[in-house]
Protein backbone atom coordinates (compact mmCIF):
# COMPACT_ATOMS: atom_id res chain seq x y z
CA UNK A 1 0.00 0.00 0.00
CA UNK A 2 1.53 3.49 -0.66
CA UNK A 3 1.27 6.55 1.74
CA UNK A 4 -2.34 7.11 2.67
CA UNK A 5 -4.76 9.82 1.44
CA UNK A 6 -5.45 12.09 4.53
CA UNK A 7 -9.00 13.81 3.81
CA UNK A 8 -9.88 16.23 6.10
CA UNK A 9 -13.07 17.00 6.38
CA UNK A 10 -16.10 18.71 8.08
CA UNK A 11 -19.31 16.29 9.02
CA UNK A 12 -21.56 19.55 8.20
CA UNK A 13 -19.87 19.99 4.54
CA UNK A 14 -21.72 18.74 1.70
CA UNK A 15 -19.57 18.57 -0.47
CA UNK A 16 -17.10 16.66 1.61
CA UNK A 17 -19.93 14.03 1.86
CA UNK A 18 -19.99 13.90 -2.10
CA UNK A 19 -16.28 13.09 -2.11
CA UNK A 20 -16.87 10.65 0.87
CA UNK A 21 -18.99 8.87 -1.67
CA UNK A 22 -16.34 8.17 -4.16
CA UNK A 23 -12.55 8.72 -2.59
CA UNK A 24 -12.72 4.85 -1.06
CA UNK A 25 -13.12 3.26 -4.16
CA UNK A 26 -11.00 5.87 -5.73
CA UNK A 27 -8.00 4.84 -3.74
CA UNK A 28 -8.53 1.37 -3.81
CA UNK A 29 -7.79 1.71 -7.44
CA UNK A 30 -4.21 3.06 -6.69
CA UNK A 31 -3.51 0.68 -3.80
CA UNK A 32 -4.40 3.46 -1.48
CA UNK A 33 -6.10 3.90 2.06
CA UNK A 34 -8.32 7.08 3.29
CA UNK A 35 -7.74 8.34 6.69
CA UNK A 36 -10.81 10.71 7.58
CA UNK A 37 -9.37 13.67 9.79
CA UNK A 38 -12.36 15.88 11.52
CA UNK A 39 -11.64 19.24 10.95
CA UNK A 40 -14.29 22.31 12.37
CA UNK A 41 -15.16 24.38 8.82
CA UNK A 42 -15.97 27.06 11.56
CA UNK A 43 -12.41 27.41 13.24
CA UNK A 44 -11.31 27.57 9.50
CA UNK A 45 -13.42 30.60 8.61
CA UNK A 46 -12.62 32.53 11.13
CA UNK A 47 -8.73 32.69 10.50
CA UNK A 48 -9.80 32.94 6.34
CA UNK A 49 -12.38 35.53 7.46
CA UNK A 50 -14.76 33.94 5.13
CA UNK A 51 -17.88 32.50 5.99
CA UNK A 52 -20.53 29.39 5.38
CA UNK A 53 -21.34 29.14 1.26
CA UNK A 54 -24.90 29.41 1.76
CA UNK A 55 -24.64 32.61 3.58
CA UNK A 56 -22.80 34.68 1.17
CA UNK A 57 -25.13 36.68 -1.34
CA UNK A 58 -25.58 35.07 -4.64
CA UNK A 59 -22.96 32.48 -4.06
CA UNK A 60 -25.62 31.13 -1.34
CA UNK A 61 -28.14 30.58 -3.68
CA UNK A 62 -26.20 29.19 -6.60
CA UNK A 63 -24.57 26.95 -4.04
CA UNK A 64 -27.34 24.79 -3.02
CA UNK A 65 -28.46 24.10 -6.78
CA UNK A 66 -24.98 22.97 -7.53
CA UNK A 67 -24.85 21.11 -4.54
CA UNK A 68 -27.96 19.26 -5.61
CA UNK A 69 -26.66 19.44 -9.31
CA UNK A 70 -23.71 18.10 -7.88
CA UNK A 71 -25.16 15.16 -6.44
CA UNK A 72 -26.49 13.70 -9.54
CA UNK A 73 -23.74 14.35 -11.45
CA UNK A 74 -22.18 12.36 -8.78
CA UNK A 75 -25.23 9.83 -8.67
CA UNK A 76 -25.16 9.99 -5.08
CA UNK A 77 -28.34 10.78 -2.78
CA UNK A 78 -28.55 14.27 -1.17
CA UNK A 79 -30.64 16.45 0.67
CA UNK A 80 -29.77 19.53 1.70
CA UNK A 81 -31.09 18.98 5.43
CA UNK A 82 -33.46 21.58 7.61
CA UNK A 83 -30.47 22.14 10.20
CA UNK A 84 -28.03 23.12 8.39
CA UNK A 85 -24.66 23.83 8.82
CA UNK A 86 -24.62 22.44 11.97
CA UNK A 87 -21.62 22.20 14.71
CA UNK A 88 -20.39 18.97 14.22
CA UNK A 89 -18.60 18.80 17.13
CA UNK A 90 -19.59 15.73 19.02
CA UNK A 91 -19.89 13.59 15.53
CA UNK A 92 -16.09 14.71 15.10
CA UNK A 93 -14.88 13.64 18.64
CA UNK A 94 -16.67 9.99 18.44
CA UNK A 95 -14.83 9.94 15.45
CA UNK A 96 -11.45 10.46 17.32
CA UNK A 97 -12.55 7.81 19.83
CA UNK A 98 -13.71 5.22 17.26
CA UNK A 99 -10.55 5.68 15.05
CA UNK A 100 -8.68 4.65 18.57
CA UNK A 101 -10.10 1.37 19.22
CA UNK A 102 -10.88 0.29 15.28
CA UNK A 103 -10.23 2.03 12.45
CA UNK A 104 -12.81 0.12 10.46
CA UNK A 105 -15.66 0.74 12.83
CA UNK A 106 -14.95 4.83 12.30
CA UNK A 107 -14.55 4.58 8.90
CA UNK A 108 -18.04 3.25 8.49
CA UNK A 109 -18.81 5.77 11.30
CA UNK A 110 -18.51 8.70 9.02
CA UNK A 111 -20.34 6.94 5.85
CA UNK A 112 -23.18 6.38 8.70
CA UNK A 113 -23.06 9.95 10.39
CA UNK A 114 -23.05 11.65 6.43
CA UNK A 115 -26.01 9.50 5.15
CA UNK A 116 -27.88 9.94 8.60
CA UNK A 117 -27.14 13.94 7.77
CA UNK A 118 -27.26 14.05 3.83
CA UNK A 119 -29.54 11.44 2.69
CA UNK A 120 -32.42 10.96 5.84
CA UNK A 121 -31.75 15.19 6.37
CA UNK A 122 -31.64 13.89 10.69
CA UNK A 123 -29.57 16.35 12.76
CA UNK A 124 -27.05 14.75 13.55
CA UNK A 125 -25.62 17.44 16.27
CA UNK A 126 -28.47 15.68 18.52
CA UNK A 127 -27.50 13.53 20.84
CA UNK A 128 -30.35 11.06 20.13
CA UNK A 129 -29.48 11.14 16.61
CA UNK A 130 -26.18 10.83 17.04
CA UNK A 131 -26.57 7.66 19.11
CA UNK A 132 -29.05 6.24 16.58
CA UNK A 133 -25.71 6.42 14.35
CA UNK A 134 -23.48 4.81 16.46
CA UNK A 135 -25.68 1.60 17.51
CA UNK A 136 -25.62 0.92 13.51
CA UNK A 137 -21.92 1.09 13.63
CA UNK A 138 -21.96 -1.21 16.42
CA UNK A 139 -20.66 0.99 18.72
CA UNK A 140 -21.69 1.44 22.37
CA UNK A 141 -23.70 4.55 22.11
CA UNK A 142 -23.78 5.30 25.85
CA UNK A 143 -19.92 4.97 26.44
CA UNK A 144 -18.88 6.93 23.22
CA UNK A 145 -21.56 10.39 24.56
CA UNK A 146 -19.75 9.73 27.63
CA UNK A 147 -16.45 10.06 26.50
CA UNK A 148 -17.14 13.03 23.90
CA UNK A 149 -17.73 15.33 26.71
CA UNK A 150 -14.46 14.40 28.54
CA UNK A 151 -11.75 17.49 28.47
CA UNK A 152 -9.10 14.60 27.15
CA UNK A 153 -11.73 14.48 23.44
CA UNK A 154 -12.28 18.12 23.50
CA UNK A 155 -8.74 18.92 24.24
CA UNK A 156 -7.87 16.15 21.24
CA UNK A 157 -10.12 17.62 18.61
CA UNK A 158 -8.58 21.18 19.21
CA UNK A 159 -5.23 19.83 18.61
CA UNK A 160 -6.57 17.99 15.43
CA UNK A 161 -8.26 21.29 14.45
CA UNK A 162 -5.41 23.70 14.99
CA UNK A 163 -3.01 21.17 13.59
CA UNK A 164 -4.77 21.05 10.15
CA UNK A 165 -5.40 24.78 9.81
CA UNK A 166 -1.22 25.08 10.47
CA UNK A 167 -0.99 22.82 7.36
CA UNK A 168 -3.44 25.37 5.74
CA UNK A 169 -6.55 23.75 5.38
CA UNK A 170 -9.02 26.19 4.92
CA UNK A 171 -11.88 24.58 3.94
CA UNK A 172 -13.31 21.06 3.26
CA UNK A 173 -12.78 18.34 1.24
CA UNK A 174 -9.00 19.16 2.08
CA UNK A 175 -6.75 16.08 0.67
CA UNK A 176 -3.35 15.66 0.96
CA UNK A 177 -1.72 12.97 -1.56
CA UNK A 178 1.62 12.53 -0.78
CA UNK A 179 1.93 15.85 0.93
CA UNK A 180 0.22 17.73 -2.04
CA UNK A 181 -3.29 19.92 -1.31
CA UNK A 182 -6.13 19.49 -3.17
CA UNK A 183 -9.24 21.72 -2.21
CA UNK A 184 -12.56 20.83 -2.74
CA UNK A 185 -14.48 17.19 -4.33
CA UNK A 186 -14.04 19.01 -7.81
CA UNK A 187 -10.42 18.24 -7.54
CA UNK A 188 -10.51 14.02 -7.27
CA UNK A 189 -10.08 14.20 -10.80
CA UNK A 190 -6.79 16.26 -10.35
CA UNK A 191 -6.15 13.47 -7.38
CA UNK A 192 -7.02 10.72 -9.60
CA UNK A 193 -4.26 11.99 -12.30
CA UNK A 194 -1.80 11.96 -9.20
CA UNK A 195 -2.59 8.30 -8.32
CA UNK A 196 -2.05 7.19 -11.76
CA UNK A 197 1.11 9.00 -12.59
CA UNK A 198 2.45 11.03 -10.44
CA UNK A 199 3.23 14.47 -9.68
CA UNK A 200 1.96 16.64 -12.31
CA UNK B 1 -26.74 25.66 -33.92
CA UNK B 2 -28.13 25.39 -30.45
CA UNK B 3 -28.22 28.51 -28.14
CA UNK B 4 -25.34 30.29 -27.63
CA UNK B 5 -22.82 29.39 -24.21
CA UNK B 6 -23.01 32.79 -22.30
CA UNK B 7 -19.66 32.92 -20.71
CA UNK B 8 -19.12 35.86 -18.09
CA UNK B 9 -15.31 36.19 -16.98
CA UNK B 10 -13.62 39.25 -16.14
CA UNK B 11 -9.92 39.58 -18.28
CA UNK B 12 -8.16 39.23 -14.42
CA UNK B 13 -9.25 35.92 -13.51
CA UNK B 14 -7.11 32.99 -14.20
CA UNK B 15 -9.45 29.80 -14.30
CA UNK B 16 -11.69 32.46 -16.06
CA UNK B 17 -8.57 32.18 -18.45
CA UNK B 18 -8.05 28.51 -18.24
CA UNK B 19 -11.66 27.93 -19.31
CA UNK B 20 -11.57 30.08 -22.21
CA UNK B 21 -8.64 27.99 -23.60
CA UNK B 22 -10.89 25.02 -23.82
CA UNK B 23 -14.97 26.20 -23.80
CA UNK B 24 -15.06 26.64 -27.68
CA UNK B 25 -13.78 23.39 -28.78
CA UNK B 26 -16.49 21.89 -26.07
CA UNK B 27 -19.15 24.15 -27.04
CA UNK B 28 -18.30 23.66 -30.88
CA UNK B 29 -18.69 19.48 -30.02
CA UNK B 30 -22.17 19.88 -29.69
CA UNK B 31 -23.27 22.68 -32.25
CA UNK B 32 -22.97 25.25 -29.90
CA UNK B 33 -21.11 28.68 -29.95
CA UNK B 34 -19.92 30.64 -27.26
CA UNK B 35 -21.27 34.48 -26.27
CA UNK B 36 -18.25 36.05 -24.36
CA UNK B 37 -19.55 38.76 -21.74
CA UNK B 38 -17.28 40.45 -19.76
CA UNK B 39 -17.86 41.27 -15.80
CA UNK B 40 -15.85 43.15 -13.23
CA UNK B 41 -14.81 40.84 -10.77
CA UNK B 42 -14.66 43.71 -8.02
CA UNK B 43 -18.06 44.92 -8.73
CA UNK B 44 -18.74 40.98 -7.89
CA UNK B 45 -17.00 40.82 -4.75
CA UNK B 46 -18.83 44.07 -3.37
CA UNK B 47 -22.11 42.55 -3.72
CA UNK B 48 -20.88 39.48 -2.10
CA UNK B 49 -19.12 40.57 0.44
CA UNK B 50 -15.78 38.60 -0.92
CA UNK B 51 -12.13 39.25 -1.64
CA UNK B 52 -9.92 38.10 -4.58
CA UNK B 53 -9.01 34.64 -3.67
CA UNK B 54 -5.42 35.32 -3.65
CA UNK B 55 -5.74 38.25 -0.56
CA UNK B 56 -7.86 35.77 1.72
CA UNK B 57 -5.77 34.13 4.44
CA UNK B 58 -4.47 30.28 3.98
CA UNK B 59 -7.13 30.14 0.41
CA UNK B 60 -4.68 32.92 -1.26
CA UNK B 61 -1.63 30.49 -1.14
CA UNK B 62 -2.97 26.75 -1.99
CA UNK B 63 -4.72 29.30 -4.84
CA UNK B 64 -1.81 30.05 -6.56
CA UNK B 65 -0.42 26.62 -6.57
CA UNK B 66 -3.95 25.35 -7.91
CA UNK B 67 -3.95 27.76 -10.54
CA UNK B 68 -0.61 26.66 -11.91
CA UNK B 69 -1.69 22.75 -11.15
CA UNK B 70 -4.47 23.24 -13.02
CA UNK B 71 -3.05 24.88 -15.90
CA UNK B 72 -0.92 21.78 -16.49
CA UNK B 73 -3.45 19.35 -15.78
CA UNK B 74 -5.46 21.02 -18.75
CA UNK B 75 -2.20 21.10 -20.42
CA UNK B 76 -2.66 25.29 -20.96
CA UNK B 77 0.36 27.33 -19.90
CA UNK B 78 0.25 29.84 -17.58
CA UNK B 79 2.45 32.04 -15.23
CA UNK B 80 0.67 34.75 -12.14
CA UNK B 81 1.63 37.94 -13.91
CA UNK B 82 3.43 40.38 -11.37
CA UNK B 83 0.80 42.78 -11.74
CA UNK B 84 -2.26 40.88 -10.32
CA UNK B 85 -4.97 41.25 -9.76
CA UNK B 86 -6.03 44.28 -12.07
CA UNK B 87 -8.63 46.55 -13.20
CA UNK B 88 -9.70 45.31 -16.24
CA UNK B 89 -12.23 48.45 -17.21
CA UNK B 90 -10.40 49.34 -20.61
CA UNK B 91 -10.23 45.23 -22.00
CA UNK B 92 -13.78 44.69 -21.25
CA UNK B 93 -15.00 48.02 -22.46
CA UNK B 94 -12.34 47.20 -25.72
CA UNK B 95 -14.28 43.62 -26.13
CA UNK B 96 -17.74 45.61 -25.83
CA UNK B 97 -16.71 47.25 -28.95
CA UNK B 98 -15.11 45.03 -30.95
CA UNK B 99 -18.15 42.98 -30.28
CA UNK B 100 -20.28 45.53 -32.20
CA UNK B 101 -18.98 45.41 -35.29
CA UNK B 102 -17.03 41.95 -35.66
CA UNK B 103 -17.58 38.91 -33.50
CA UNK B 104 -14.60 36.84 -34.80
CA UNK B 105 -12.57 39.39 -33.82
CA UNK B 106 -14.08 40.03 -30.47
CA UNK B 107 -13.48 36.83 -29.86
CA UNK B 108 -9.74 36.83 -31.29
CA UNK B 109 -9.27 39.56 -28.77
CA UNK B 110 -10.48 37.75 -25.95
CA UNK B 111 -8.02 35.11 -26.17
CA UNK B 112 -5.55 37.51 -27.68
CA UNK B 113 -5.85 39.84 -24.43
CA UNK B 114 -5.68 36.82 -22.16
CA UNK B 115 -2.38 35.08 -23.75
CA UNK B 116 -0.92 38.33 -23.56
CA UNK B 117 -1.87 38.70 -19.30
CA UNK B 118 -1.25 35.30 -18.41
CA UNK B 119 1.22 33.71 -21.06
CA UNK B 120 3.32 37.11 -22.11
CA UNK B 121 2.78 38.03 -18.08
CA UNK B 122 2.32 41.88 -19.47
CA UNK B 123 -0.15 43.67 -17.62
CA UNK B 124 -3.24 44.59 -20.07
CA UNK B 125 -4.27 47.18 -17.58
CA UNK B 126 -1.39 49.08 -19.49
CA UNK B 127 -2.34 51.23 -22.72
CA UNK B 128 0.02 50.65 -24.37
CA UNK B 129 0.00 46.43 -23.60
CA UNK B 130 -3.39 46.53 -24.46
CA UNK B 131 -2.65 48.73 -27.76
CA UNK B 132 -0.35 45.72 -28.84
CA UNK B 133 -3.26 43.21 -28.56
CA UNK B 134 -5.47 44.95 -30.74
CA UNK B 135 -3.05 45.14 -33.21
CA UNK B 136 -2.70 41.52 -33.04
CA UNK B 137 -6.02 41.17 -33.96
CA UNK B 138 -5.94 43.83 -36.44
CA UNK B 139 -8.18 46.58 -34.74
CA UNK B 140 -7.28 50.23 -34.79
CA UNK B 141 -5.45 50.29 -31.79
CA UNK B 142 -6.00 54.32 -31.59
CA UNK B 143 -9.63 54.30 -32.10
CA UNK B 144 -10.51 51.48 -30.04
CA UNK B 145 -8.63 53.30 -27.04
CA UNK B 146 -10.45 56.66 -27.78
CA UNK B 147 -13.63 55.02 -27.63
CA UNK B 148 -13.17 53.01 -24.42
CA UNK B 149 -12.80 56.63 -22.82
CA UNK B 150 -16.27 57.71 -23.89
CA UNK B 151 -19.27 57.59 -21.72
CA UNK B 152 -21.38 55.59 -24.02
CA UNK B 153 -19.01 52.61 -23.68
CA UNK B 154 -18.29 53.27 -19.66
CA UNK B 155 -21.98 53.16 -19.48
CA UNK B 156 -22.50 50.02 -21.63
CA UNK B 157 -19.97 48.29 -19.40
CA UNK B 158 -21.78 49.34 -16.41
CA UNK B 159 -24.93 48.12 -17.22
CA UNK B 160 -23.60 44.86 -18.49
CA UNK B 161 -22.14 44.09 -15.27
CA UNK B 162 -25.09 45.47 -13.32
CA UNK B 163 -27.31 43.22 -15.38
CA UNK B 164 -24.43 40.18 -14.54
CA UNK B 165 -24.96 40.67 -10.90
CA UNK B 166 -28.61 40.82 -11.10
CA UNK B 167 -28.50 37.48 -12.83
CA UNK B 168 -26.51 36.38 -9.94
CA UNK B 169 -22.72 36.26 -11.03
CA UNK B 170 -20.83 36.55 -7.73
CA UNK B 171 -17.69 34.81 -9.44
CA UNK B 172 -15.53 34.17 -13.15
CA UNK B 173 -15.93 32.12 -15.27
CA UNK B 174 -19.37 31.97 -15.06
CA UNK B 175 -21.41 30.21 -17.98
CA UNK B 176 -24.95 29.62 -18.57
CA UNK B 177 -26.41 26.94 -20.57
CA UNK B 178 -30.03 26.83 -21.68
CA UNK B 179 -30.14 30.16 -19.21
CA UNK B 180 -28.78 26.77 -16.04
CA UNK B 181 -26.13 28.46 -14.08
CA UNK B 182 -22.34 26.74 -13.81
CA UNK B 183 -19.61 28.28 -11.74
CA UNK B 184 -15.88 27.82 -12.06
CA UNK B 185 -13.86 26.06 -14.55
CA UNK B 186 -13.91 23.09 -12.74
CA UNK B 187 -17.76 22.98 -13.51
CA UNK B 188 -16.66 22.33 -17.58
CA UNK B 189 -17.53 18.28 -16.99
CA UNK B 190 -21.40 19.51 -16.11
CA UNK B 191 -21.18 21.57 -18.86
CA UNK B 192 -20.33 19.23 -21.34
CA UNK B 193 -22.33 16.23 -19.74
CA UNK B 194 -25.66 19.04 -20.21
CA UNK B 195 -24.67 19.83 -23.65
CA UNK B 196 -24.57 16.09 -24.81
CA UNK B 197 -27.79 14.98 -22.46
CA UNK B 198 -29.37 17.71 -21.25
CA UNK B 199 -30.61 18.76 -17.77
CA UNK B 200 -30.01 16.44 -15.47
Aim: aromatic share 12%; glycine share 8%.
Amino acid sequence: MGIPIEFFFDFSSPYSYLASEVIEPLAARYGREVDYKPVLLGAAFKVAGTRPLTEVPLKGEYSKRDMERSARFAGVPFVLPEAFPIGAVAASRALIWLADSDVRRARAFVHAAFREYFVAGRNIADNSVLAGVLRQVGADADQVLAAVQRPELKERLKAAVDAALARGVFGAPFLFVDGEPFWGHDRLVQVERWLASGPF
